[in-house]
Structures are given as C-alpha cells and as structure tokens.
C-alpha cells in the first residue's frame, strides 16, 4: 500500500499531510491541519501515542487503529521522528505510516486457527492452556470428558465413524449454555463454566451422545471439579482427570458385569 508521510508542528498539530495519509485517514488536509495524530487514533490506542508524542528521537514500529469520520478503522504501522527548531528545541515530529490492515486480519485469522480444532471446530488445547493460570472471584466447575471405547470405534467402524463420533460430542458440548468446551486430543475434552457447582456441570453432560446416520451411541466417562475463588482454573484439572478415570473404571466394569449376568 502507498506510504503515508505527515509532519507536525511544535503544538503537535498536522502540518503537511501527504496524498496517501489524507485517503487513509478519510479527511481533508483543511480538517487535518485543525488536528493531532492523537485525535485521529482509536480512543484505546491514544495513550500509546501520546507517550511518544513529546519523545525525542524515534520510535519504530507502533501498530496501532486509526479512526476514520465514518467510525471504520485501519490497522497502522507506524514509525515517528522528532525534529529540533533553530534553537535546539522541540519542533514537531515526522511520521511514516503504513496501512496493514489486510495483514493484521490474516495474522489474527491465523492465531485464532491455531486456537481452533481442525477436526470438530471447538477450541483446542493451546487455547485452554491459555486460561488455566486465571483466577476469579467464583467459584470454577471444570470437566474432563473422555469417549468411551473410542478405539474401538475406529477399529470396528472406520475412522470416519470415529471422526464423526468426535465432531459429535464436540457439538452436544459445544452447545450446553454457558459453558466453554474445549478438545485437548484423542477422545478427551474439557468444559469450564464460571459460577457453577460440581454438580450443575455433571448434570449438564449428558452420559452419550448418539452419533447421526450410525446408529451409534458414544457413551462418555466425566470427571468435575471445582476450582475455589482465588484458585488458578488448572487447579481442577489434575482431580477432574482422576474422577473421570475413576468413572470410566466404573463404567467398564458394570458392562463387563452386564455381560457376564447375560
């Protein structure tokens, strides 16, 4: 994109204003000459500018928004020099700025990709490793949730039944209100829901999720803990994964059983 190049005066108003800088900026140099970079920044960027603004030397490499007359915004790149009058004092600065806009939309795609399960669309375990350090003022339920007999499945079935069993839980999961739900690999996903109890969270995953156009039922082992006020999330994870092993246990062991009795 062309380079956008402005100056400004010793009051930090915009003294020259190339062609490119007024399309980006969506104003007339009449308007602009009127006004500080400061007053054309997205209002939560404007802090960050104006720590630079009385700086001598450089600056490099500021991203930041700017806010156009119709509220829409460009993603900046910008790098700022201050310039020295006759008498050694501060007379302006001059500023380079490159629209990136287009490349801050890909990198963000691309984080929120690297966040994403390709297979069943949920987050994965990047993103709740993300979370886990947080605290909060209430309590957090946390479960662990495994598929059962999910190699079983892929050998009897096929791995495209297996695929579909995931993407299945994944969005019986996905859609309990008010809870977050992840995929962390293999058959195993968590849920975090703020504010509840151990119990709420247990009742809300259900014990299979039927998996469409099989005739399949995927039955779920579900381990809940809870971390307190004040506790980092992970705190639950270690004692939710035991439980939900516990439950597979159980769970194996009544089918066996049943079988047996049959």
Not at 216 to 230: N, Q, R
Request: a negative charge.
């Amino acid at each position: 994109s062309p380079v956008a190049v402005y100056t400004t005066d010793a009051d930090h108003r915009f003294a020259m204003v190339n062609q490119a800088c007024r399309l980006l900026l969506q104003r007339p140099i009449e308007e602009l000459q009127a006004l500080t970079p400061h007053e054309v920044v997205a209002p939560e960027y404007r802090d960050l500018l104006h720590d630079q603004r009385d700086a001598r030397g450089s600056v490099d490499n500021l991203e930041f928004e700017v806010l156009r007359p119709d509220g829409s915004r460009r993603w900046v790149r910008a790098s700022v020099r201050a310039w020295d009058g006759p008498s050694g004092a501060f007379a302006g600065q001059v500023g380079v700025i490159q629209d990136i806009t287009d490349q801050v939309a890909q990198r963000q795609a691309a984080e929120a990709d690297a966040r994403r399960d390709p297979l069943t669309g949920i987050l994965n375990r990047r993103a709740l490793d993300e979370v886990l350090g947080r605290r909060s003022e209430q309590p957090v339920a946390l479960a662990v949730i495994d598929l059962n007999d999910f190699k079983i499945i892929n050998d009897e079935y096929g791995h495209s039944v297996g695929d579909d069993a995931l993407r299945a839980v994944a969005e019986r999961l996905d859609a309990i209100e008010g809870v977050q739900a992840y995929r962390t690999g293999g058959a195993e996903f968590v849920l975090l829901a703020c504010g509840w109890s151990a119990e709420q969270l247990e009742q809300a995953v259900p014990a299979a999720v039927s998996v469409t156009g099989t005739g399949l039922s995927a039955s779920l082992a579900v381990g809940v803990a809870v971390a307190e006020p004040g506790e980092a999330w992970g705190t639950a994870l270690e004692p939710a994964d035991e439980r939900m092993y516990a439950d597979k246990r159980a769970k194996r062991a009544r089918h066996t059983a049943l079988r047996r009795s049959a």
